[in-house]
């Protein structure tokens, strides 16, 4: 009876390699099927998918496991048949083990990514349980800002997202450029108690534009305390806009 092998590799001629290699079977005389050519993913680093070919056996070795290759979670420059981190492999080991490796995978992504754009940059990290804040100094700093943050936001979420999918979204990503997000959260702040004093005394509700959900967060948090005035967020997307209404006075009974 027929039996049917799979075998996944970086690239098809990996994976045909490896096949003739565990059968006993030369290259040319091996007959396939390519399940999926696989796909190079982010950077090398997620969204990886490796090829995949199906070998049919008239069959079945006796002394070959079914399964060749195991995913490996993280990339070895010492092994040429290493794989960066798949989209969906999560690494494997011990809570120390798995969060190391998701640091290393989350530096590597965005040293990648600032060599781009501003090689001579130098990034600081600080790992705090279950958060890690990347500081980028030096360098093309306004271009990795970009205009209003929007580059420094799109580098932020890449990474964040790669990181907190490997590891389960446990650990979240801060990433900022020359203090630029400090400056930018305290001008937010500024902004918040002043358009909260604005809405008090003249008691109609006003908007602070639209923001993404760390900024707003920001809003939310700084007027939280605020018993005169509330906040909320109105519209679809990651972009909303932010208003922020009078609260009514609960009126006295005697």
Do not use: C, W
Request: cysteine-free; hydrophobic content about 35%; overall charge neutral.
């Amino acid at each position: 009876m027929a039996a049917e092998r799979e075998f996944k590799a970086r690239t098809i001629a990996k994976a045909v390699k490896i096949a003739a290699k565990e059968l006993g079977i030369e290259q040319e005389d091996l007959q396939y099927d390519i399940i999926s050519h696989g796909a190079s993913g982010i950077f090398g680093l997620t969204g990886v998918k490796k090829a995949r070919i199906r070998v049919l056996l008239s069959e079945a070795p006796a002394s070959t496991p079914l399964h060749l290759e195991e995913d490996r979670p993280y990339f070895s420059a010492d092994d040429e048949d290493a794989d960066p981190v798949a989209a969906n492999d999560y690494p494997t080991g011990s809570n120390e083990e798995t969060q190391e490796m998701v640091y290393q995978i989350g530096e590597e992504m965005l040293r990648r990514i600032v060599d781009a754009i501003s090689p001579e940059a130098a990034i600081k990290v600080q790992r705090q349980n279950d958060r890690i804040n990347f500081d980028i100094e030096g360098g093309e700093a306004g271009i990795l800002i970009g205009k209003r943050g929007q580059t420094l936001e799109a580098i932020q979420v890449l990474v964040d997202k790669a990181v907190r999918r490997l590891n389960g979204h446990t650990v979240r990503v801060t990433i900022d450029v020359e203090g630029y997000l400090k400056n930018k959260e305290t001008n937010l702040i500024r902004t918040a108690e002043r358009v909260a004093q604005r809405v008090k005394s003249k008691g109609r509700p006003a908007s602070i534009g639209f923001m993404n959900a760390q900024d707003r967060r920001i809003i939310h948090l700084a007027l939280k305390d605020d018993h005169g005035v509330r906040t909320q967020s109105v519209g679809d997307g990651n972009y909303r806009k932010l208003m922020v209404y009078p609260k009514r006075r609960t009126p006295r009974h005697y």
